[in-house]
């Protein structure tokens, strides 16, 4: 499994595990349709790897303003 999948910080920057589905199967089906990677692809990384890449580098996000979405309200960790 991707290690970056289990911290929260990659599912509350889309604002949900259903969300964050919905994104990487998106980009997935356009890296698959011949998109180019918006990250350096490193040797070894498959896709998966690079789209979670793209959404940390905050190169990929969901366009709230286009669709029906609510856009997620971030809580930052009480320390």
């Known amino acids: ?13 889309v604002g949900g595990r259903f969300r964050l589905t919905a994104l990487i ?4 089906v356009e890296l698959l349709e011949g998109a180019r990677p918006l990250v350096d692809r490193k040797p070894g990384m498959t ?3 690079l ?3 793209e959404i940390l580098a905050d190169k990929i ?7 029906d979405i609510p856009q997620p309200v971030y809580y930052p960790p009480k320390s």
């Open 1 to 13: 499994m991707i290690e970056a999948l289990r911290h929260e910080e990659l599912i509350d920057k």
């Open 25 to 28: 199967q998106r980009r997935m």
């Open 61 to 67: 996000s969901i366009d709230y303003s286009k669709s």
């Open 51 to 53: 789209v979670i890449e």
């Open 47 to 49: 896709d998966m790897e």
